[in-house]
């Protein structure tokens, strides 16, 4: 004879969750939560709120992707909240407005590269095929920075899709710069990815002594300091 199975839950079924109630009005109470047995709707503000989270989060997580691939160990804990905060801001959902608020956002805040150095100047010239990153020094190392004698910049230009689908990382870095030399100026060209529609742009510093590392984070800053269209010239 089969066992009964009078006592045993139903299979794939759970029992409803319950709310704990406490009211002036009523005494308190538990009830179903909210959409247990009819389906919550979501108001319309609700909605739009949800909706524009889901497309903030497509346009920062290619960005946020590419700088955890290339330095992770030097990335901020809290860039991907920063980098959602800023995008908040913005008062378009088209990707290239978005991308802008990024601009100026420290990606280790604790180590910001104007500790290091007056903020450089930064030009983009676009081409049809090209990304011409202009940098021009506006003066060497601050002093006292671990008796550092020497420097280099690094440029980082991350392309991403136009539906933000992708990423691509370009980065060159210039020579050592000695603090007692003239204050360098730079060309560097990117070639663009076949594909991309936006991309960030970012300086680096790295201090150094004797034309080595310093291996300290003290040492290091980066900054995202452009941003724009790739279009085609």
């Known amino acids: 004879m089969a066992k009964g199975s009078k006592n045993r839950p139903a299979r794939g079924r759970s029992e ?100 290091l150095v007056a903020l450089p100047k930064v030009s983009v010239a676009n081409s049809r095929t090209e990304l011409t990153v202009g ?34 990382i370009e980065t060159t870095a210039t020579e050592w710069i000695d603090i007692h030399d003239p204050l360098p100026e730079f060309e560097i060209a990117f070639k663009k990815p076949a594909g991309a529609g936006c991309y960030v742009l970012c300086v680096s510093l790295q201090a150094g002594k004797d034309e080595k590392p310093i291996e300290a984070f003290a040492s290091q800053g980066m900054r995202m300091m452009g941003s724009g269209l790739v279009g085609k010239g």
Not at 31 to 53: D, E, F
Not at 85 to 109: A, D, F, M, V
């Open 135 to 168: 940098l021009t020094a506006v003066s060497h190392l601050l002093t006292g920075k671990r008796q550092a004698d020497c420097y280099y910049y690094e440029v980082l230009v991350i392309f991403t899709g136009k539906r933000s689908s992708f990423y691509t």
């Open 16 to 115: 409803p969750q319950s709310v704990y109630v406490k009211s002036s009005i009523y005494t308190p109470h538990k009830r179903a939560a909210r959409g247990t047995y009819t389906k919550a709707a979501l108001n319309a503000v609700v909605q739009q709120n949800a909706n524009r989270t889901k497309l903030l989060n497509r346009a920062a997580k290619p960005i946020h992707d590419a700088l955890k691939a290339c330095c992770d160990d030097f990335k901020g804990n809290q860039l991907w909240q920063e980098m959602l905060g800023r995008l908040r801001r913005s008062h378009s959902n088209k990707l290239p407005e978005l991308l802008q608020q990024l601009e100026g956002l420290e990606i280790n805040k604790n180590y910001p590269l104007e500790r």
